[in-house]
T-cell receptor
Framework: GENVEQHPSTLSVQEGDSAVIKCTYSDSASNYFPWYKQELGKGPQLIIDIRSNVGEKKDQRIAVTLNKTAKHFSLHITETQPEDSAVYFCAANPAGTALIFGKGTTLSVSS | GAVVSQHPSRVICKSGTSVKIECRSLDFQATTMFWYRQFPKKSLMLMATSNEGSKATYEQGVEKDKFLINHASLTLSTLTVTSAHPEDSSFYIC????????????FGEGSRLTVL
């Protein structure tokens, strides 16, 4: 089955810096790669996603890149703000099945 | 985006009792919903896939008699934790695919279960 590895587990940056979180997946049949942000005590919120026919997608300060050959995808957050502090999860979706999540990255943005 | 509502958000119960958690898709029909469990500072672990009108599919290691799932309509799935014990205390989160956009998954706000 699919296996998703996520790094780093924790990431601390200064406000205004960029943050990068990386994930790898194992199942070449996976075709959908979302990123979720989870704040304490709440459910995950979808922040950006990318499909296997696209190499990069950007939404304001957030971007995701996908390298299908290497089976890895990354989340890029620019100009980080304290409100970006949360746990971020990557996930992969083997066609027609449930999402398989990475173990999460705790991002701390200090002002 | 699509909205998934989960209720209750928090529940405390005594050991041995049963607890029901509801998951509703508010503005779309969901033939498939997913139930996840999350321990503190851990990732989301898929428990089961809930299919409208048929039996749920459970992941390996998840007791189907312990965690009863019912998906009676296209907008409602329920998870019942039967004869709950303290080790069942956890954050339970449901999700559903939104609209016609295959793959995109929307999550409820989660239900914090504490078994005393």
């Amino acid at each position: 089955g699919e296996n998703v590895e996520q790094h780093p587990s924790t990431l601390s940056v200064q406000e205004g810096d960029s943050a990068v979180i990386k994930c790898t997946y194992s199942d070449s049949a996976s075709n959908y790669f979302p990123w979720y942000k989870q704040e304490l005590g709440k459910g995950p919120q979808l922040i950006i996603d990318i499909r296997s026919n696209v190499g990069e997608k950007k939404d304001q300060r957030i971007a995701v890149t996908l390298n299908k050959t290497a089976k890895h995808f990354s989340l890029h957050i620019t100009e980080t703000q304290p409100e970006d502090s949360a746990v971020y999860f990557c996930a992969a979706n083997p066609a027609g099945t449930a999402l398989i999540f990475g173990k999460g990255t705790t991002l701390s943005v200090s002002s | 985006g699509a909205v998934v509502s989960q209720h209750p958000s928090r529940v405390i119960c005594k050991s041995g009792t049963s607890v029901k958690i509801e998951c509703r898709s508010l503005d779309f029909q969901a033939t498939t919903m997913f139930w996840y469990r999350q321990f503190p500072k851990k990732s989301l672990m898929l428990m089961a896939t809930s299919n409208e009108g048929s039996k749920a599919t459970y992941e390996q290691g998840v007791e189907k008699d312990k965690f009863l799932i019912n998906h009676a309509s296209l907008t409602l799935s329920t998870l019942t934790v039967t004869s709950a014990h303290p080790e069942d205390s956890s954050f339970y989160i449901c999700s559903a695919r939104g609209g016609t956009n295959t793959g995109e998954l929307f999550f409820g706000e989660g239900s914090r279960l504490t078994v005393l």
